[in-house]
């Protein structure tokens, strides 16, 4: 048998997966309306052939459930999915009611409902093929203390299932007047000449065969496609014992058969039974899919024109996918990468570093020798001015150049400038994602920062260990040439003199904040008031505020720093420095040759520990991470994170399901022809 209704159910997903929102682009589905307590869940259930919607008196339908059956006959039993939730295969239907319980407790009760569907499919080799949604909210639509706004949000939503060209299924009781049925008064405003209506009267077993004879042949709410009686449940008496799952289904079918027989009579010529309404409603869907489909072909048409005409226009028809996108990013970051290798060596990692431990030096001079207590007249630091005539012999400037340098070999430099290395790294690759299309893409920036810290976090132990270990020997002598002494004079009086212009830099950005003239008076006053301390005379505060002081402070912390690297600087360059004997006299040259020695060794180990090791282990992280860890909403997720690739990728999608469904169409409305011929 050719079974379009499948293949229409097909094209229908295909059609809502393209625009959920459209309308237009619509085939029709069957929606089931009924009031609390008419039977609703039942009547589903039977078609189903399972229990599978939640139950509880508070438990309202929060959001539509869009029911797709599948007629599986090669499936043992049923088996359900959430597309939406990508989970497939269950075959617990407690799993599948407590899923849609939680879906639906979801939706916050101020709320009401929610708009956005549950999708759920059912494959069984007993069902038939339908697409159903059960519509929630007819019960909220009745309950009075709804507010205003609510009923009218429930009332917008349902009508948006109710329009044409769907199929409304409404469910009254039999044991309730026709008269009172929300279902039909529902379906009633939405198809007032009953065209697509199907009526269906539950619980027929309430009541007598004559009443129950009397509302499936009525005449006063006339449907065009009928009423069905149908008995859905088994009475819950003790001669029945509860059943569960497909036994459930059994009884059910027993029960409904036997009542049918025993009441053939009066039933004679009326629609009754479960299995008549299931075969009402495929051919009722049939059918009516069949009407749509020219209409909804030509829609698609026309959409498909104008999602090919765009695609031409904005992207000039080229090809893009969320995985060869991300195919395409991953070369580019690989190619950003080498071209990053080539740039950063031994000479980038030695700058690095040499930066960081002149640093070090200067702090270490600065505490050690420069940051003495000042005299009076805050004249250069007498200390500093008794090395320069410092006896050969004397065992205190000894004693004190060996501190410092103890302080200096055994700063770990081993972690230090691995910690160094790996940030300047990190930072790099931030900026070299910045350089490329990436930038755009905060979760690939992510990960891609996670790959390089996984591969530098793997060596980043043991390189600090090898830094450590290799410079050891320096913890306990160090050895001068005299190349070395002059190359380190050289560049110590090149940096002291950056840091004095700095000094002074700074000094003159203060003046020219605070204004000359109040800088002195302040700082005089600063003076004043400090060689002053334990005088009994009050100096009087000028009006000068904490702040104002604090900039006073700095002025004249600068003014001092200056002076004596002017002081320092004139040493070095003193013949007394010219040669290495004298190191404990030109602390500042040995320290910083020894500065040189550690970062050499270091870097010697970092290049090959550490960069050269990133460099080759790097490229294949990214692929792990980028092309084989992703899911395949991961890798959609990632391409879409930039606005413009995200419209590229949704039109080349929107485009090709639109020819997609254009040649299902197209099958299907060649089957419908060969079927009417013959
Ligand atoms: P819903 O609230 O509209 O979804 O209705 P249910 O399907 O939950 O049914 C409401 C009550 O009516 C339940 O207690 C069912 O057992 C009972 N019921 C449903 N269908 C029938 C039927 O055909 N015959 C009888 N006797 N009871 C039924």
């Excluded at 407590?98 to 709320?111: G, H, M, R, S």
């Excluded at 081993?414 to 490329?436: C, K, P, Q, W, Y």
């Excluded at 090791?613 to 792990?624: E, G, I, K, Q, T």
Aim: proline share 4%; with cysteine.
């Amino acid at each position: 048998m050719l079974n379009l209704t499948r293949q229409m159910i097909e094209i229908r997903s295909i059609l809502q997966s393209i625009d959920p929102n459209d309308n237009t682009l619509k085939l029709p589905s069957i929606v089931v309306i009924g009031s609390q307590s008419s039977g609703k869940s039942s009547v589903l259930e039977a078609v189903v052939g399972r229990e599978f919607l939640p139950k509880g008196s508070n438990m309202v339908t929060r959001r539509p459930i869009e029911l797709t059956l599948v007629n599986s006959p090669d499936l043992a039993a049923e088996v359900a999915e959430f597309p939406a939730l990508r989970m497939n295969n269950l075959t617990d239907f407690e799993q599948v009611q407590k899923i849609l319980y939680d879906l639906n407790l979801a939706v916050p009760i101020t709320e009401a409902i929610s708009n956005d569907p549950i999708q759920l499919t059912i494959r069984s080799p007993r069902v038939p093929d339908l697409s159903l949604v059960d519509l929630p909210g007819y019960i909220q639509v009745e309950a009075a203390d709804q507010p205003t706004e609510l009923k009218r949000k429930i009332r917008q939503l349902c009508d948006k299932y109710l329009e044409e060209p769907n199929i409304i299924l409404a469910i009254s009781a039999a044991d309730v007047d026709l008269a009172n049925s929300t279902a039909l008064r529902a379906s009633r405003q939405m198809d007032p000449k009953g065209e697509r209506t199907i009526g269906v009267v539950t619980k027929l077993d309430l009541v007598d065969g004559a009443e129950a004879r009397g509302i499936l042949t009525n005449r006063k709410y006339p449907l065009k496609m009928g009423y069905v009686g149908v008995v859905t449940k088994v009475p819950q008496t003790s001669i029945f014992k509860k059943k569960t799952g497909y036994q459930a289904f059994i009884a059910q079918q027993n029960f409904e058969s036997s009542f049918l027989k025993d009441n053939k009579d009066e039933f004679a010529g009326t629609s009754v039974g479960t299995r008549t309404l299931k075969k009402r409603l495929m051919r009722v869907l049939e059918r009516s899919m069949a009407l749509s489909l020219k209409p909804t072909y030509d829609r698609v048409q026309q959409e498909l024109e104008e999602a090919s005409y765009k695609f031409k226009v904005e992207f000039n028809d080229r090809s893009l996918t969320p995985e060869t996108y991300i195919a395409s990013s991953i070369d580019t970051l690989k190619g950003a990468v080498k071209e990053f290798s080539e740039r950063f060596g031994r000479n980038e990692i030695k700058s690095v570093l040499k930066n960081e431990l002149d640093q070090k030096v200067l702090d270490l001079l600065a505490s050690k020798y420069w940051n003495k207590p000042h005299d009076q007249s805050r004249e250069i630091d007498q200390d500093l001015r008794d090395i320069v005539n410092a006896s050969p012999t004397d065992v205190y400037w000894h004693r004190k150049l060996d501190l410092t340098t103890n302080s200096l070999t055994k700063l770990g430099v081993g972690r230090l400038s691995t910690t160094l290395l790996t940030n300047a790294l990190l930072t790099e690759i931030d900026n070299m994602i910045d350089n490329t299309t990436l930038r755009t893409h905060p979760m690939i920036k992510q990960v891609v920062r996670d790959a390089a810290e996984e591969v530098l976090n793997s060596r980043y132990y043991s390189t600090a260990d090898q830094v450590e270990n290799c410079i050891k020997p320096f913890k306990f002598e160090i050895e001068l040439e005299n190349s070395e002494w002059k190359q380190s004079r050289e560049h110590i009086i090149r940096l002291l003199n950056e840091e004095l212009r700095s000094c002074d830099q700074y000094l003159q950005l203060l003046k020219k904040n605070i204004g000359s003239r109040k800088l002195t008076q302040i700082m005089t006053y600063l003076e004043n008031k400090d060689n002053s301390i334990g005088e009994t005379i009050e100096r009087e505060n000028i009006g000068f505020s904490p702040g104002i002081l604090s900039r006073g402070r700095d002025a004249l912390f600068l003014k001092d720093r200056s002076s004596l690297l002017q002081f320092r600087i004139s040493c070095l360059k003193s013949s007394q420095c010219k040669i290495k004997e004298n190191k404990y006299k030109c602390p500042e040259i040995f320290l910083a040759a020894v500065a040189d020695k550690l970062t050499q060794t270091a870097v010697l180990f970092l290049n090959v520990e550490l960069l050269s090791d990133f460099y080759y282990n790097f490229p294949r992280a990214l692929d792990a991470k980028l092309s084989n860890g992703l899911t395949q909403e991961q890798i959609e997720a990632f391409a879409k994170e930039d606005p413009k690739v995200k419209r590229h990728i949704e039109l080349q999608q929107r485009k090709e399901l639109l020819e997609l469904a254009t040649s299902k169409i197209e099958d299907v409305m060649t089957l419908q022809k060969h079927r009417t011929k013959h």
